[in-house]
């Protein structure tokens, strides 16, 4: 027992006069101050317009669709709804209010406008007739009859096409709805079967014909 304690004590003493590597010496220099530079937020060119970046500059979210009743900018519904209770806190009045989107106009209210091209007055006036008021027959007795029901004259001109300009492209008008829209086509051979409901508000450019 008395030889292990000895061994162990003579590794022990070996150990403790090896030499260790020397740390090099660092100097230490403490962080150079950062200057904090406060630069303002970029301003959209839509700031404060309708539908464009909200009025707050530290905001400009898109979808400003709240409208300031003194300055008349628009704000995000979150800014519009913050100056709201700021001002009835210390006016006891609200001066945000959301705009309502502007519906399109109807396709019938195309027909009786004098200041719309012919050719897209008469395609509506056409397609926004009964059905029975398109097809008349051969016996006039009969279409007067027909017409003093419908409240409207039977159709004897040719079936008037119409085509515009959407997007870029020359579409072909097939179809008039009562919803107020119209239906397009790109084949502007087809005679009906549109494949997409447009505004009228979004063509332009008709004619009778496709050029």
Same mark, same amino acid.
């Given at each position: 027992?008395?030889? %292990?304690?000895?061994?162990?004590?003579r590794?022990?003493?070996?150990?403790?006069?090896?030499?260790?590597p020397?740390?090099?010496w660092?100097?230490?220099?403490? =962080?150079?101050?950062?200057e904090?530079?406060d630069?303002?937020?970029?301003?959209?060119?839509?700031?404060? %317009?309708?539908?464009?970046?909200?009025?707050?500059?530290a905001?400009?979210?898109?979808?400003?669709?709240?409208v300031?009743?003194?300055?008349?900018?628009?704000?995000?519904?979150?800014c519009?709804? @913050?100056?709201?209770r700021w001002?009835?806190?210390d006016?006891?009045?609200?001066?945000?209010?959301p705009i309502?989107?502007v @519906? =399109?106009?109807? +396709?019938?209210d195309?027909?009786?406008?004098p200041?719309? =091209?012919? +050719? %897209?007055?008469?395609?509506?006036?056409?397609?926004?007739? =009964?059905?029975?008021?398109k097809y008349?027959t051969?016996n @006039?007795?009969?279409n007067?009859?027909? @017409?003093?029901y419908?409240?409207?004259?039977?159709w004897?001109?040719?079936?008037?096409?119409?085509f515009?300009d959407?997007?870029?492209r020359?579409?072909?008008?097939?179809?008039?709805?009562?919803?107020?829209?119209?239906?397009?086509t790109?084949?502007?051979d087809?005679?009906?079967?549109?494949?997409?409901?447009v505004?009228?508000?979004?063509?332009?450019?008709?004619?009778?014909?496709p050029?």
């Amino acid at each position: 027992m008395g030889s %292990l304690i000895r061994s162990m004590a003579r590794r022990q003493a070996r150990t403790s006069t090896v030499a260790r590597p020397a740390v090099p010496w660092v100097a230490y220099a403490p =962080p150079a101050a950062v200057e904090v530079v406060d630069t303002p937020p970029a301003i959209k060119p839509d700031k404060g %317009l309708l539908g464009g970046s909200c009025n707050r500059t530290a905001c400009q979210a898109p979808g400003a669709t709240w409208v300031h009743a003194d300055s008349g900018a628009h704000y995000c519904r979150s800014c519009a709804l @913050e100056i709201n209770r700021w001002a009835r806190r210390d006016h006891g009045t609200l001066l945000c209010s959301p705009i309502k989107p502007v @519906e =399109p106009r109807h +396709c019938d209210d195309y027909i009786d406008d004098p200041a719309q =091209p012919e +050719c %897209l007055r008469r395609f509506l006036a056409y397609n926004r007739l =009964p059905a029975a008021a398109k097809y008349p027959t051969d016996n @006039e007795s009969y279409n007067a009859r027909m @017409e003093e029901y419908l409240g409207c004259a039977m159709w004897r001109d040719p079936v008037p096409a119409l085509f515009a300009d959407h997007a870029g492209r020359r579409v072909r008008v097939v179809m008039a709805s009562r919803f107020g829209d119209v239906g397009i086509t790109t084949n502007l051979d087809a005679e009906r079967g549109y494949v997409a409901r447009v505004a009228v508000d979004d063509l332009s450019n008709f004619s009778a014909t496709p050029a």
